[in-house]
């Protein structure tokens, strides 16, 4: 079955850092590019960042860049975002995403996690 | 950055009845690079159309999506209980940013 997994979300002062796990299982995690997204409650969604199969090409949205990175390791399955000088507006739940298409710049998400909350509050 | 904008931004029918979802881009979308989703409270999104009219794996054929350029639309025929949920366009063309439509509401009449 093909899975994501996200873990590291949780309650976090403004100002501070955490950081995101999503973990793959159930197709070849190397050939596929992967995307952050995220949703505030009760609002739509917000595209974070993306990341091709190789890491050659990363994207950020303005919203983020400058205080997110997002990585990967193929030999571990695994997609993280790390998350710095964190906003209140970066309260959401957060979902990994892959693309369709095996090495495709440019793609739709066919299979999501299920998200992991983070909560921004002093 | 292209902005999508979804109407309307509720739609209220009865199981049945055809939906016309509307997404409007704010310039072209390179390729047809235009998908739609489904989201259900408590629920992750779901794809139901890639490449504006490709249905994904599993999707019944009563979904269609069709448009280009800077006008889309999502067609669902004979709505079923299990319709009714927000849908989202997302356009993958020109990115970054990817961007997504601000959603519409499928609501029981």
């Known amino acids: 079955e093909v899975q994501l997994v996200e873990s590291g979300g949780g309650l976090v002062q403004p100002g501070r850092s955490l950081r995101l796990s999503c973990a793959a299982s159930?197709?070849?995690?190397?050939?596929?590019?992967m995307h952050w997204v995220r949703q505030a409650p009760g609002k739509g969604l917000d595209w974070v960042s993306g990341?091709?199969?190789?890491?050659?090409?990363?994207g950020y949205a303005d919203s983020v860049k400058g205080r997110f990175t997002i990585s990967r390791d193929n030999a571990k399955s695994s997609l993280y975002l790390q998350m710095n000088s964190l906003r209140a507006e970066d309260t959401a739940l957060y979902y990994c995403?892959?693309?369709?298409?095996?090495?495709?710049?440019?793609?739709?998400?066919?299979?999501w996690g299920q998200g992991t909350m983070v909560t921004v509050s002093s | 950055e292209i902005v999508l904008t979804q109407s309307p931004g509720t739609l209220s029918l009865s199981p049945g009845e055809r939906a016309t979802l509307s997404c409007r881009a704010s310039?072209?979308?390179?390729?047809?690079?235009l998908a739609w989703y489904q989201q259900k409270p408590g629920q992750a999104p779901r794809l139901l159309i890639y490449?504006?009219?490709s249905r994904a794996t599993g999707i019944p054929d009563r979904f269609s999506g069709s448009g280009s350029g800077t006008d889309f639309t999502l067609t669902i025929t004979r709505l079923e209980p299990e319709d009714f949920a927000v849908y989202y366009c997302?356009?993958?063309?020109?990115?970054?940013?990817?961007?997504f439509g601000q959603g519409t509401r499928l609501e029981i009449k």
């Open positions: 159930g197709f070849t995690f190397d050939d596929y590019a």
């Open positions: 997302h356009q993958y063309g020109s990115s970054p940013p990817i961007t």
């Open positions: 990341i091709s199969w190789n890491s050659g090409s990363i």
């Open positions: 490449g504006a009219s």
């Open positions: 310039q072209s979308v390179s390729s047809s690079y």
């Open positions: 995403a892959k693309v369709v298409l095996r090495f495709s710049p440019s793609d739709a998400f066919d299979i």
